[in-house]
């Protein structure tokens, strides 16, 4: 029981939130740190699990929320309906994009999904007659339920309850056959084909869930912002989103919510009290592509496992600690 006490904190703090910092902005904040926890998750387990690199998490989630936008904007579709239609739409292009590109393997694979992520960008630009192109989509409407807008508060709940239903059913996916078949594939998919395993399936059912996630978690993004650009889609979001996977550690699920979290919050603070020591135009963007590269560099030389493997590390040493403690104190009695 005292091994769950982190979960038990991370639960009540995400409960406490918005109650102990009340205010539009944080809840903002944490609505973002939400959304983009489920995207994670899913690039945990393509990556960290199946071992199969991807940058191209922005065109799933930009494909949720275009759709979601789209169907509800021009096509008068409740936004619940959207919302999955979204999440089936990813799901069928992940197919029809994986199957070739898995066939691939490391860093042809990176470059196939970042070539499908760029070219979804564009066509977000030019096909301005549905998607509104570069000035964006607008009047996209908010959930509801039972006739209820959602506002902030509880919209920072919904999202939070599909945090943990997407966690939930990624643990049981990682500590399943599935899981240890993945595993394998990671360590060598030449001797998990040996083994029989018929690792194609396997990487491509965890590519198009990757991508349902991600289109779940866009169609929410563009239900709450209810105005977006593709912009907000670029290449530099799906960056961000492999950043966030290897700062947290993408052999784990919490190491996912953990980058999120340490990526988004370290974003806002240096856009904050950068432009008060440099007011140049492009300072910011300037500093947070050196911070997260020092980061990254210092993460991957002394926490190859992420924030969450070195967290991991620090408890089993100090539980050592302890046992040897306890067993010199009790050969002192004795």
Not at 226 to 245: D, L, Q, W
Not at 264 to 277: D, G, H, I, K, S
Request: some cysteine.
């Amino acid at each position: 029981m005292l091994r769950k006490w982190p979960l038990f904190l991370a639960v009540i703090l995400i409960l406490l939130f918005p109650y102990v910092l009340d205010s539009t902005y944080f809840r903002t904040i944490g609505i973002f740190i939400g959304i983009r926890a489920i995207v994670v998750i899913g690039l945990c387990l393509l990556m960290g699990y199946a071992g199969q690199a991807s940058l191209g998490q922005a065109a799933f989630f930009a494909l949720g929320a275009y759709t979601s936008g789209i169907l509800t904007v021009h096509y008068g579709f409740p936004p619940w309906l959207a919302l999955l239609a979204g999440i089936f739409l990813a799901a069928l292009v992940a197919v029809a994009i994986g199957w070739p590109a898995l066939k691939l393997r490391g860093h042809f694979l990176a470059l196939a999904t970042l070539s499908f992520g760029l070219i979804v960008y564009f066509l977000l630009k030019q096909w301005s007659d549905l998607t509104g192109g570069p000035s964006g989509l607008t009047g996209i409407p908010a959930l509801s339920v039972a006739g209820m807008r959602l506002r902030a508060g509880e919209y920072y709940y919904l999202v939070w309850a599909t945090v943990a239903l997407v966690a939930w059913l990624s643990y049981n996916i990682v500590h399943s056959r599935i899981g240890r078949s993945l595993r394998a594939i990671h360590d060598s998919e030449v001797a998990a084909e040996c083994l029989g395993m018929d690792t194609f399936r396997l990487k491509l059912q965890l590519f198009v869930l990757s991508a349902a996630y991600a289109a779940l978690a866009g169609s929410l993004y563009a239900h709450f912002v209810r105005f977006f650009s593709p912009a907000a889609f670029g290449f530099k979001v799906s960056v961000e989103f492999a950043i966030m996977a290897a700062l947290g550690g993408m052999a784990s699920i919490s190491g996912g919510l953990l980058g999120v979290a340490t990526v988004t919050v370290l974003t806002e603070v240096l856009r904050a009290v950068v432009p008060q020591v440099l007011p140049a135009a492009h300072a910011v963007a300037a500093v947070e592509i050196t911070t997260f590269g020092v980061i990254l560099v210092v993460i991957f030389i002394f926490l190859p496992d992420g924030l969450a493997g070195g967290l991991k590390e620090l408890r089993a040493k100090l539980r050592a600690r302890a046992s040897y403690a306890a067993w010199q104190s009790k050969g002192v009695k004795h």
